[in-house]
């Protein structure tokens, strides 16, 4: 795997592909904090919220590191390359340079569904900030912060998901138990690359609509150690059945969106 590269705004990338970063880690004296939207806001409207939520913290656009999309179904191939044209278009916007090979945001893509949104949408993002020395008991450093990107049962770097799905059609427990401990595989692949581990994480995402409640404890819980967020959501591309991200970060807040 790449090694780990400096954005220039505070955090580390590890470089995956032009889509995204498999994961971005905090820099010595910075931060990650996650903001979670009240509701999903319409792709170019949640940019636009982004800048100034960042504009507000008197931080650049380029602080933002992860973002978590929200889509309204899952794309063909041929149509996740048209979607990650606009969203490279839109993070130019912030002033973050992207090409076809490499990305500095983190970022996972669901399908809710339940009330899907009409067109792509944020979810979350995730930050950089410079760390504060709070007083008097207030917040707590956290020390070595990061996001893993969402990954599903095939690897990154193909433009033809469909001929490298793992166990590709086959809904079996056998099936779906070899697509989740790909996936879990991948994730303690690029824990390990950031020098991190299932110990660090503080919080784990699974997404999908399959029956894997009795999976999830064996295959995932066991191994992460952790309690899990499971969403009824599909991955964003045909045929993928489940995803996972996982992160560490300081402060989450809710913030409700003032835009229309």
Not at 56 to 70: K, S, V, Y
Request: glycine fraction near 6%; include cysteine.
């Amino acid at each position: 795997m790449a090694r780990l590269r400096d954005s220039g705004h505070g955090y580390d990338f590890l470089p995956a592909s032009g889509r995204h970063a498999a994961a971005v880690l905090a820099r010595p004296g910075h931060q990650i904090q996650r903001v979670e939207l009240a509701a999903p806001v319409v792709h170019e409207l949640a940019f636009e919220l982004i800048a100034q939520h960042l504009r507000d913290l008197g931080l650049p656009g380029g602080a933002l590191c992860a973002l978590e999309l929200r889509s309204p179904a899952q794309f063909s191939d041929p149509d996740f390359a048209d979607h990650h044209r606009r969203y490279r278009s839109a993070l130019a916007q912030l002033g973050i340079e992207v090409d076809d090979r490499t990305n500095p945001i983190a970022r996972s893509n669901a399908v809710p569904t339940v009330d899907p949104p009409v067109d792509v949408s944020v979810h979350a993002f995730s930050h950089v900030v410079p760390v504060v020395e709070y007083e008097g008991g207030g917040l707590a450093r956290l020390e070595r912060t990061f996001v893993v990107s969402g990954s599903g049962e095939v690897p990154e770097d193909t433009d033809r998901y469909a001929d490298h799905i793992v166990a590709r059609g086959d809904l079996s427990p056998e099936g779906l138990t070899r697509k989740i401990r790909w996936v879990v595989a991948e994730m303690k692949r690029r824990l390990h690359a950031i020098k991190s581990s299932w110990a660090d994480v503080t919080r784990t995402q699974v997404y999908c609509t399959r029956d894997v409640g009795s999976l999830l404890p064996v295959e995932v819980q066991d191994v992460t150690g952790r309690d899990i967020d499971w969403f009824a959501c599909q991955p964003p591309v045909v045929e993928l059945e489940f995803e996972m991200d996982c992160r560490r970060t300081g402060v989450e807040v809710i913030l409700e969106p003032a835009v229309s």
